[in-house]
């Protein structure tokens, strides 16, 4: 038991999958998993453990940005011994043709956060992907079907920019969406030598302003996760 998870030894599997929401963990696991049980309630982050086709696979609920979902992160990895983690989320497109629904494999993370400055000072540290969870998941694309845009995302620490045209120069070179969280899990795992890969599903549009309902991001984001749980 851990300061922010009270599983007890054995109850998290070395595979998490992580959403933000700790309600969209409920949904994945409830919807996606058999032989579950809710393993962790404090704070109100809900985390479970199942199977998908046999194999034991857990979601946790990991908050909004990359403080709240390192402190999941770190207990995880450290006090449970995760060995994968792979974040399932939704995120901004900044690029017209990164439309609603799609889904963004996120090969490495930008950030505007000071996470890495004392870890790395008067230096810039990239945080990447997993090759062998990324190379997984666009082969299950490619097998699927699935239309994927895969490149460098933005994880950043403001939701609400008083800058409306902040995210323009990010889309000059190539940023395809933004988030909150990737370049702290990619930094982490990095860190401790295990496995991370952030798969997101575009619910709105920086560039053509729209965005998904509530009720649609639901049913789009099946797909993402169908996704993350092939990769076990």
Not at 17 to 33: M, N
Not at 186 to 206: H, P, W
Request: charged letters at 20%.
């Amino acid at each position: 038991m851990s300061v922010h998870l009270e599983a007890k030894d054995g109850e998290i599997a070395p595979t998490v999958l992580l959403p933000g929401d700790p309600l969209r963990a409920k949904w994945i696991a409830e919807t996606f998993l058999e032989e579950v049980f809710c393993y962790n309630q404090v704070r109100g982050m809900l985390g479970y453990t199942g199977t998908y086709e046999g194999k034991k696979v857990s979601v946790q609920g990991g908050g909004m940005g990359i403080p709240s979902t390192l402190v999941y992160c770190n207990e995880l990895i450290k006090e449970y011994g995760v060995k994968q983690i792979i974040r399932v989320g939704s995120a901004g497109s900044y690029q017209v043709d990164v439309q609603l629904n799609d889904i963004v494999v996120a090969m490495a993370a930008s950030t505007d956060s000071n996470v890495n400055a004392s870890r790395f000072p008067h230096a810039n540290y990239a945080p990447t992907a997993s090759f062998e969870l990324f190379q997984k998941a666009i082969r299950y694309a490619t097998e699927w079907n699935i239309p994927i845009k895969a490149g460098n995302i933005l994880s950043s620490d403001i939701f609400y920019d008083d800058n409306p045209d902040y995210y323009k120069k990010w889309a000059d070179y190539g940023v395809l969406c933004v988030e909150m969280e990737t370049a702290g899990i990619y930094t982490l795992a990095a860190k401790y030598g295990i496995e991370a890969l952030t798969l997101l599903t575009i619910s709105d549009s920086l560039v053509t302003k729209e965005q998904l309902s509530h009720k649609e991001r639901e049913v789009s984001f099946r797909t993402m996760v169908e996704m993350a749980l092939s990769l076990l």
